[in-house]
DNA sequence: CAGAATCCAACTGGATACTG
DNA sequence: CAGTATCCAGTTGGATTCTG
């Protein structure tokens, strides 16, 4: 079965709206976040520091739309909510650790690199 | 040696911004456009697709400034600018080529998703 | 060819206030 | 608690023009 020929170089493909909600800053935290279980919306909130409200109900919306997590409404005052990456949200967690891992990983190099770039300057 | 305790869920961590960079759009595609090989500006604005000057330019910028990019200048007229991933911009390439190859693997899925979500509406 | 510089429309995202 | 709604300042980024 040959998949298409996805081609994210092609300004037209939809890959590249994927790698632009993959690329979004949230996206990667709450995925992330939610590696190691459904979290509900107020824990998330703390755990992604210095998301806005906002932001992180927009990329939930988003990442359930795209069938990468669920929402779960608990039917009860106050309400209770909890978020759970789906099967393919949890395919993502590869691809996305490898990127946090290597970003911890050169982070010194990086910042090294930055200052001694400018200080030429 | 313990590295430092990076953490991208704080907000002050430097991975935050780090992450900020690996997520533009096209410091993906140009990264990946250059994992074959240097090439000059202009091939790179034909493989990158969509990209104005005004971004590769910027991009390009950022990713010398961040060591993963060397950009090599060959004094004639009409002026010759290479650029080619430096030691670190290729380790980039791994975690990033992963990327591609998920949304390349699951794009089907997620428009799936996308489109029974919105009929849901 | 490879950019630098400028202008400006559009989108982003934070803060705030309100609700079931 | 888990949002929704609104306002708005700041940033992004495309189009265009100009240059060594």
Redesign the pocket.
């Known amino acids: 079965m040959p998949e298409p020929e996805w081609d994210p170089y092609n300004r037209d493909c939809p890959t590249r709206a994927m790698l632009d909600r993959i690329g ?3 996206t990667v935290l709450v995925v992330g976040a939610l590696a190691s279980g459904p979290l ?4 998330l ?1 703390t755990r992604v520091d ?6 992180l ?2 990329t ?2 988003g990442l359930e739309r795209d069938g990468l997590v669920t ?1 779960t ?1 608990f039917p009860q ?7 759970e990456l789906t099967e393919t949200g949890r395919t993502l967690q590869e691809p996305l650790n490898a990127l946090e891992e290597w970003a911890s990983a050169h982070m010194a190099d990086v910042l090294r690199s930055r200052a001694a770039h400018d200080a030429a300057v």
């Open positions: 979004d800053r949230w509900r919306f107020g824990q909130a210095g998301v806005s409200q906002k932001m109900t927009q939930l919306r929402r409404v005052i106050p309400p209770r909510v909890e978020y």
